[in-house]
């Protein structure tokens, strides 16, 4: 899958040129590339080629969870592919489009939050949005049936590479999971910072006993 991904890639990102490129929530362009296209989008720009029978934001209430936990249809999973692919995903940026520095993205991929609360017992909200542990909290709750996969992108370059990022990821998840892990890079990026990205799989097995 990741070696289709990563040509899926190659092609679409040398598409956001010109008149063609991303637009910020003022209408003014990004730079070159598709790194800074939000992540429902390119979401759904990968996923309507990688597979033929995808179903986007279904709600794991109607999964199946019954758990006291997820008690309406709110919570929704990314993508559901061939009726029992379970797939949440992400997209973030070490930097952001101007080279500056995302404090965002240690949240979205290392919060360890939901992994001992996934409800807050201070406010009674869930924290399951926060980070990739918090998204296979949620796959975790799905009944057997389903295969249950973690797949994001990682973008840096202008100096700086991913390494700690994910070595501290693999930590986290290691601790408390059970998974495989498949990774590839894209190195021909022609955003002019964001020069590299990861792509990186996580089949989800199990939790770990304590």
Known sequence: MLTEYTSILSTEDTKYIGEGRVKDSKGLFYEDGISQLNEEPTKELFFDQLFDDVEYEVPYYDMGVDNGIITNRRTKLDALVDGYKAFEYKKTHILYNNGGYNEYCLKSLLSPLASENFINPNN?????????????????????????????????????????????LDTLIDEHYITEKTITTYSDSIHPILTECDIVHYKILGRKRK
């Open 124 to 168: 009674g909200r869930s924290v399951a949005n926060q980070s990739v542990v918090g998204d296979i909290e949620k796959l975790l709750m799905l009944p057997d049936k389903y295969e249950l996969n973690i797949l994001f992108e990682l973008w840096y370059g202008g100096g700086y590479t991913s390494s700690a990022y994910l070595k501290m």
